[in-house]
Nanobody
Framework: QVQLVESGGGLVQAGGSLRVSCAAS?????????MGWFRQAPGKEREFVAA????????YYADSVKGRFTIARDSAKRMVYLQMNSLKPEDTAVYYC????????????????WGRGTQVTVSS
């Protein structure tokens, strides 16, 4: 089993920045894994935000965050980060860390592993 634990959420003003982190522990993820972030706002469905290949470092983003958010990984520390800049009130959500062997399955919302989430609130 793999455990994913998010941290770094909080309250920030619109236009500000915040970085959330995800620590992976337990069974070692293979290099073919993808790590990603989802978010869920109150009353809305969970949506894909970003993903990164553990092996190549290739990144993938939702159109709504492209150019504002950056996903990165530190393989040695088994950490994944989501740097969020130019935050908007509509970015307010619980942010979840995910992991899966399939990028398509991850993006579709069905990854093997989920964290418990961290709250990000952007005030206007």
């Amino acid at each position: 089993q793999v455990q994913l634990v998010e941290s770094g959420g909080g309250l920030v003003q619109a236009g500000g920045s915040l970085r959330v982190s995800c620590a992976a522990s337990g069974r070692t993820l293979g290099s073919y894994y993808f790590m990603g972030w989802f978010r869920q706002a109150p009353g809305k469905e969970r949506e894909f935000v970003a993903a990164i290949s553990w092996n190549t470092g290739n990144t993938y983003y939702a159109d709504s965050v492209k150019g504002r958010f950056t996903i990165a990984r530190d393989s040695a520390k088994r950490m994944v980060y989501l740097q969020m800049n130019s935050l908007k009130p509509e970015d307010t959500a619980v942010y979840y860390c995910t992991a899966d062997q399939s990028l398509n399955r991850l993006r579709a919302g069905g990854p093997d592993y989920w964290g418990r989430g961290t709250q990000v609130t952007v005030s206007s």
